[in-house]
């Protein structure tokens, strides 16, 4: 069984491939998708998955909001991904928000660079002070 940092990264994947998917015109089952990463059905990754991408006009609206001279497009595929969990967790889910961009940042620290990470970190620290109240 993964705990919820390894599930946290196997959404961002299964984001990550939408993006390019989405991109590139093709066709594709999200349910195969999750699956071609986990091997057990996860209600967690399936609810977070869905909710991205049903939310993703929003996600993308928080984003642009909070940066400066930048868009959420302009980010690479993975960064995208990333920043659009952690606002997906920040605003949409139970989760604890120090939970929330602490696991955005740690996918960040892994896959982005550190100029990123900071940029990641900012936004969501702004989302969660400015969005919550």
Excluded at 25 to 37: A, F, G, P, R, S
Excluded at 49 to 74: H, L, P, S
Excluded at 107 to 124: D, F, H, P, Q, R
């Amino acid at each position: 069984m993964k705990n919820r940092s390894e599930l946290r990264e196997i959404i961002m994947k299964v984001i990550y491939q939408t993006y390019i998917l989405d991109k590139t015109k093709n066709t594709y089952d999200i349910k195969n998708l999750i699956k071609e990463q986990l091997e057990v059905e996860n209600d967690y990754v399936n609810q977070c998955v869905e909710g991205i991408i049903k939310n993703q006009k929003e996600i993308d609206a928080f984003a642009d909001k909070y940066m400066n001279n930048w868009t959420i497009d302009r980010l690479n595929k993975v960064d995208k991904a990333i920043l659009s969990l952690g606002i997906y967790e920040l605003m949409y889910t139970d989760t604890p928000s120090v939970v929330a961009i602490n696991e955005a940042i740690e996918l960040s620290k892994k896959y982005s660079e550190e100029a990123v990470t900071k940029m990641i970190n900012g936004i969501l620290d702004k989302i969660y002070h400015e969005e919550e109240k």
